[in-house]
């Protein structure tokens, strides 16, 4: 259950080697979507998830926040109650990632993780905190530098980066994989596109690019081909629905309504 | 064999109950089914054999109490998110911070 956002958010990476402009979304967009647990075959929604897009303006240039928040209805929170936000501040264009910051409050386990990137030495200042009664601030820091691969990302911008890719132009089968930076590791995670398929979401009847995930050096998603995320084949490249596999179950995750969409 | 399926199906009916209580109330419709499948066993072989079927009954009831309940929940109740003041709290304060350390950054736009 702890891991089952992360999980969402991992779920929904993946990736194509062309480089090219966002052409995909813009500030102002919101997307919100229904988190699901399945347990032989029931579906119990858990939580909601949303994706928001902002402009923010710092003294010499306008950045792109990227969020993503998961909140469990008010029936969960009770017994389990999650407050989980993702940010990352990216380049507008290529949505490199400046700044990335995860504030995590799961059933009373909190942590807050945040990556500073750095271009030019390739390397991340990153900073982990958790809360702890052995500190007089009642927190437990560690800062560390790393140092990265060039195009690692973090989850967030990753996400995001796959929707501006030109998916259309890569063969069904086709298969890549990419690097994300997830708590102060490098972790691989591969991608196949299986094909196009139409179904029908809470936005109408789309026709999606089928992918399958796969994540290396983590064991926060299982079985191989069974996480699957839809995106719109259209210059959007919403996720509509995605279906992930952990290891106490699996769960969908639904669109329930997209606002502010660039075409 | 008519006790083995006198108690499960009395460990079902229990189940339901517990799970028709708690938010994952949908899965109480397993149990309950499994637990009224149980039930008419132990009821039928009770009545062949001339025997009490109280025991039997208290776990109908239970049944149908899970049941009422589960259907209840699955057509009335409205997902609705709680409170997120908490988090709107920390979403402000991050990004206050985070437009700090973006003034600090060296940030080359392509």
Sequence with gaps: ?263 | MKKVTLILSLVCAILAIILAILPLFKLAFIPAILALVFGIISFIKSRKDNQSTHVVQVSFLLVIIALGLSTYKTVFTVQEVGNTEELEQREKENEEKALEELEDLDIELD
Excluded at chain 1, 60 to 77: E, I, P, V, W
Excluded at chain 1, 98 to 123: A, C, M, W
Excluded at chain 1, 133 to 162: C, E, H, M, Q
């Design chain 1, 1 to 263: 259950m702890k891991h089952l956002f992360t999980t969402i958010t991992v779920l929904l990476l993946s990736c194509a080697s062309f480089a090219q402009n966002n052409n995909a979304f813009k500030a102002g967009e919101k997307l919100t979507f229904s988190a699901a647990y399945n347990m032989s075959g029931i579906l119990t929604d858990i939580a909601e998830v949303k994706m928001e897009t902002s402009a923010v303006n710092t003294s010499g240039t306008t950045l792109y926040r990227l969020k993503c928040s998961a909140t469990t209805y008010s029936n969960f929170d009770s017994f389990f109650k999650i407050r989980d936000l993702y940010e990352s501040y990216v380049n507008p264009k290529t949505v490199a990632p400046y700044l990335y910051q995860r504030d995590i409050s799961e059933g009373g386990y909190y942590k807050f993780v945040k990556y500073k990137y750095s271009y030019k030495t390739n390397t991340v200042s990153s900073l982990i905190r958790k809360k702890s009664k052995n500190f007089a601030s009642g927190f437990w820091d560690r800062n560390n530098t790393i140092k990265i691969k060039p195009g690692t990302r973090d989850i967030v911008s990753t996400l995001y980066k796959l929707r501006t890719l030109d998916i259309h132009k890569a063969p069904v089968g086709a298969s890549d994989t990419f690097t994300v930076l997830f708590d102060n590791k490098e972790v691989k995670c591969s991608f196949k596109l299986l094909g196009k398929e139409t179904i029908n979401t809470a936005i109408g009847r789309k026709e999606c690019y089928k992918i399958a995930i796969n994540v290396t050096n983590n064991n926060v998603l299982k079985g191989s081909n069974a996480n699957i995320i839809w995106l719109t084949a259209d210059e959007n490249k919403i996720p509509v629905y995605a279906k992930f596999k952990i290891a106490v179950g699996s769960g969908e995750l639904k669109i329930k309504s997209a606002t502010g969409l660039k075409n």
